[in-house]
């Protein structure tokens, strides 16, 4: 099976910086994606991650340890907005679409 | 940007009864679709993989009988969930893979929440 972990809950303050970190132990290992979900919503597209390193999208930025099975999402700037659950999800299988989520991380962000 | 929809948003029925969920890619084809479902401050669980034009592949412990999915053409997917029964209550996402995408991107509806009685 696919295990992938993160934890469950966070909070910080406003203009602070949070960093959400995702281990997997996946069959296979074809690129790891980060969404933001609010309440009742669907899940929205964050970043995208296949190689090692970090990608910068604004105050937002994803990195990725391929040998170490460790991403961590990093949010700056945190606004009130952020405030949302953040699903790591790993795409395990070659030519394949399908992804394994992890439960996601509860941010509060208090004034 | 690539939109999915789905229909309804919201449903309540009795049990027993049955509840067809929509789902639809708006500005793209999809030949594939994912149905996920999502408990309370859970992960979104893969139910099954909806395939145009064939039969939909469904994930271990998922009973086929149950959860009917038709994936009938390029924009379209339909989950139903016969005789259905309050554990059934859940919130239903579906996914459709954006065709081409070098990171076999998915784009989610804004799922169903069901709501047997």
């Known amino acids: 099976g696919q295990n992938i972990d993160q934890p469950t809950e966070m909070t910080a303050t406003e203009g602070a910086i949070v960093q959400i970190n995702c281990t997997y132990q996946?069959?296979?290992?074809?690129?790891l994606f980060w969404y933001q979900q609010h309440a009742g919503e669907a899940p929205t597209f964050l970043s995208y991650?296949?190689?090692?390193g970090l990608e910068e999208k604004g105050r937002f930025s994803s990195f990725l340890s391929r040998s170490k099975g460790y991403s961590y999402l990093l949010l700056k700037e945190l606004q009130m907005k952020d405030s949302a659950s953040y699903l790591c999800a790993v795409r395990p299988y070659d030519n394949d679409y399908k992804l394994s989520f992890g439960a996601g991380t509860t941010v509060t962000v208090r004034a | 940007g690539a939109v999915v929809s789905q229909h309804p948003s919201r449903v309540i029925c009795k049990s027993g009864t049955s509840v067809k969920i929509e789902c639809r890619s708006l500005d793209f084809q999809a030949t594939t679709m994912f149905w996920y479902r999502q408990f309370p401050k859970q992960s979104l669980m893969l139910m099954a993989t909806s395939n145009e034009g064939s039969k939909a592949t469904y994930e271990q412990g998922v009973e086929k009988d149950k959860f009917l999915i038709n994936h009938a053409s390029l924009t379209l997917s339909t989950l139903t969930v016969t005789s259905a029964h309050p554990e059934d209550s859940s919130f239903y996402i579906c996914?459709?893979?954006?065709?081409?995408?070098?990171?076999?991107?998915?784009?989610f509806g804004p799922g169903t929440r069901l709501t047997v009685t």
């Open positions: 996914s459709a893979a954006f065709p081409g995408s070098s990171s076999y991107e998915q784009y």
């Open positions: 991650n296949v190689l090692d």
């Open positions: 996946t069959s296979g290992f074809n690129g």
